[in-house]
């Protein structure tokens, strides 16, 4: 037993148990695949709005996926402004507030409304004060929102920058971005800061990184984002730590690569590789335990339709909170069988780190998972109704 204990924890350690591991969300109905949409999270709701189809057309439905039954719903509640692309949103409390984006017959828009999740509606609010422009950048911080840079329908860019306070309805101008006119760069949080940068400025793409002080609206310059310039990317907060990746790589292409920030040593830190996922304008649902991508284009042509969940180890290596459910696997590490605490029967499916099928079959109360390498591994158990629980656990 004392050699199994070290060859799990030199397992653990080199499959980087303190981050976490990828595996592909199973959804039951697939959606349009769409690129430059509008995602965002409130509670446990998730919600997708509009985006461009393959010919960037542009979408004005919307979803919410039902993280329960694992598939889409389509929303009666359409987006009241034009079919558009490339809008930005910012969550403040329970409210979701939209805006900006492009229309290919009527060009970019000033509009906002606020999304009131209880009824699920739209509420015009104040109109964005600085020129109709989209692929901007948006977060929220301190009870207010923050919107600034982009580029308008005729090819201009933009470096200013504002504040919208819900108390008062009503915008303010800030100072400038100081990194230059900037498009399709990125913006997410950490503590009372927004990092805002990377994109393009004409041809040109960027690398550079600023931090927004929401306290006293000032701007420092940060250390560059790794090396290239990098645009298209998707950016926000997870478990309070900033989080940076996708896109498009300068000089490389699309790029599968997340990126993490290490307040202690202030540097980027390379998260695991999702191997089956890359993608530019694409986008992300954040949830307490875990986070979603999917979205966006593999290439120029090609659509991503599959989702990802990345789910961090540190939230506990033998019990996952499930959407349905919470179920706890025992022995675990385990060596032959691995039993439930609650009576399931349905269809068992166990995932690899790589988010591969190893193996499926039925399911009662107990599975024989002698066969596995060392390794570590998810069990999904599907049950009456489509319902999922899941487990993570590592076989000796």
């Known amino acids: 037993m004392k050699i199994n204990l070290i060859i799990l924890s030199l397992l653990i350690s080199s499959l980087g148990f303190g981050q976490g591991y990828w595996t592909e969300e199973l959804i039951i109905n697939r959606i349009q695949g769409r690129t430059s949409c509008v995602t965002f999270t409130l509670g446990n709701r998730a919600f997708v709005i509009g985006g461009a189809d393959s010919s960037y057309s542009a979408l004005d439905d919307m979803y919410e996926l039902d993280v329960k039954s694992g598939s889409w719903v389509k929303l009666k509640t359409k987006y009241p ?110 503590n009372e800061f927004g990092f805002v940068g990377l994109g393009a400025e004409g041809v040109t793409v960027k690398n550079d990184l600023y931090s927004f002080n929401t306290l006293n609206g000032s701007w420092t310059k940060l250390s560059d984002f790794l090396t290239g310039g990098r645009y298209e990317n998707i950016a926000f907060n997870f478990r309070g730590i900033p989080h940076i990746g996708f896109g498009f790589l300068d000089g490389v292409g699309i790029d599968q690569q997340l990126f993490r920030f290490d307040s202690a040593n202030r540097k980027w830190v390379l998260m695991e590789i999702n ?48 959407e349905t459910d919470a179920i706890v696997v025992s022995p675990n590490p385990v060596d032959k069988t691995i039993f439930c605490n609650q009576r399931l029967h349905g269809i068992f499916e166990i995932f690899d780190l790589r988010g591969v099928l190893i193996s499926t079959g039925e399911f009662k109360t107990e599975l024989d998972v002698s066969f596995l390498s060392a390794g570590i591994y998810e069990l999904r158990i599907q049950t009456k109704g489509f319902s999922w629980h899941r487990a993570k656990f590592v076989k000796i």
């Open 81 to 190: 402004g034009d079919a558009s692309h490339s809008q930005v949103s910012f969550i403040i409390d329970t409210v979701a507030y939209i805006g900006l984006g492009y229309n290919p017959n009527n060009g970019c828009t000033r509009q906002f409304y606020r999304f009131e999740v209880v009824n699920d509606t739209f509420i015009p609010i104040a109109a964005f004060p600085g020129t109709a422009r989209f692929e901007a950048v948006a977060f929220s911080n301190n009870g207010k929102g923050y919107v600034g840079l982009g580029m308008d329908e005729f090819g201009s860019s933009y470096n200013d920058f504002y504040e919208y306070n819900p108390k008062t309805n009503s915008w303010k101008r800030l100072a400038d971005f100081p990194g230059g006119f900037r498009y399709s760069a990125v913006a997410t949080t950490f």
């Open 275 to 322: 191997s089956e996922f890359k993608g530019f304008a694409s986008s992300a649902f954040v949830f307490d335990d875990y986070f979603i991508v999917g979205f966006g284009k593999k290439n120029n042509a090609i659509l991503n339709t599959k989702f990802y969940r990345f789910t961090e180890w540190g939230l506990g290596s033998n019990r996952i909170k499930n």
